[in-house]
């Protein structure tokens, strides 16, 4: 008789065969996300308070020094209402607390030398940097792809002259391009205003100031990517059946060499601010480098605190949307 005859008509499997819901991987990342996300923003939190307390000398003392102009001693009866105002007199871990459910509630605080609320002061310039920030990003976008597919897999001299111009491009300083742009469009040719303001036609000048090293960046990061996917068999066999070659380069090509752009794109955002710190001051255009470079000059810390804290939550949004625009792009990188 054959030696399978004598099995058990059902086995029992050593391990779970069960497989799980692919709906339920996906909350259980999204979660994960939410968690490291959470933690980073804790930790960031936490920094900036600690690093308001180990400020050196009294932070009183600090208040009416850079408030009066002055440095000189002060007494205890001249230091007591600013502590008691501010809180400076009570226990660490109090004003800690107080600092935490004061940001859950979206109070930042006071600024200590114009008295007004942090919030208020960010609300005021935040939306100059958006707008300058989006358009930098858009602007650097159609720049980047419109030339990768312009000069990737083309002639031998043209490919080489891609890559070159996008490491001239991702080289070039913001005070430098800024300078350079303003003399030559706003001085010489006089199409735009010297002093942008916060209206959309001076909005062009700095965005282009900002847009084109990140072009050179987003390059660099597609253009491998892409020509690798020129060589990929669904492409090859695309062409064969005669499809045009435009068509080829986009639908085909395109997707997948956008990965690496998408990624580049939510570092960039969130790094944006410091590029608008000196163009903004380049431009005298209002928003969020304009008010930190203020706040340095007239040393409030609560509002460079503010300012560092809402840059880092948009980092930690832009890399939430990351990871959609991943699946949206390319499916795969949507599987749990």
């Not at 303001?197 to 062009?204: H, K, Y």
Request: charged residues 15%; positive net charge.
């Amino acid at each position: 008789m054959s030696t399978f005859a004598s099995l058990p008509a059902q086995l029992p499997p050593p391990y779970s065969t069960a497989i799980p819901s692919p709906g339920l991987a996906r909350v259980k990342k999204l979660l994960s996300r939410l968690a490291q996300a959470l933690a980073m923003l804790w930790v960031t939190v936490t920094l900036l308070f600690l690093a308001q307390m180990i400020l050196p000398g009294d932070r009183a003392t600090i208040y009416l020094n850079v408030y009066e102009g002055q440095s000189v001693a002060r007494t205890p009866e001249e230091l007591a209402p600013i502590n008691q105002e501010f809180g400076f007199d009570r226990p660490w871990w109090q004003q800690y607390a107080s600092y935490l459910g004061g940001l859950l509630q979206g109070d930042m605080g006071i600024a200590l030398q114009s008295r007004r609320s942090v919030t208020e002061m960010i609300g005021e310039q935040i939306g100059a940097t958006t707008e300058l920030a989006l358009l930098a990003i858009v602007l650097a976008w159609v720049f980047s792809v419109s030339w990768v597919l312009a000069t990737a897999g083309r002639r031998r001299w043209l490919a080489r002259l891609g890559p070159a111009l996008e490491s001239l491009f991702a080289g070039m300083p913001y005070y430098w391009l800024g300078l350079i742009l303003l003399l030559v469009f706003a001085v010489e040719l006089d199409w735009v205003p010297v002093v942008s303001g916060s209206g959309l036609s001076g909005l062009w000048l700095p965005a282009l100031t900002l847009a084109l090293p990140l072009s050179g960046f987003l390059g660099q990061a597609m253009r491998t990517e892409y020509e690798r996917a020129l060589r990929q068999p669904h492409v090859l066999s695309s062409r064969a059946r005669g499809t045009a070659e435009l068509r080829v380069r986009i639908v085909h090509a395109l997707r997948p060499a956008l990965i690496p752009g998408i990624t580049l794109s939510g570092w960039a955002l969130g790094t944006l601010v410091s590029g608008a710190v000196i163009v903004e001051n380049v431009f005298s255009r209002p928003g969020l480098g304009a008010l930190l470079v203020s706040a340095v000059e007239l040393k409030e810390f609560e509002l460079i605190s503010g300012v560092i804290l809402i840059v880092s939550l948009v980092y930690v949004l832009l890399t939430f949307a990351t990871d959609w625009l991943y699946g949206v792009v390319d499916r795969r990188c949507a599987r749990p």
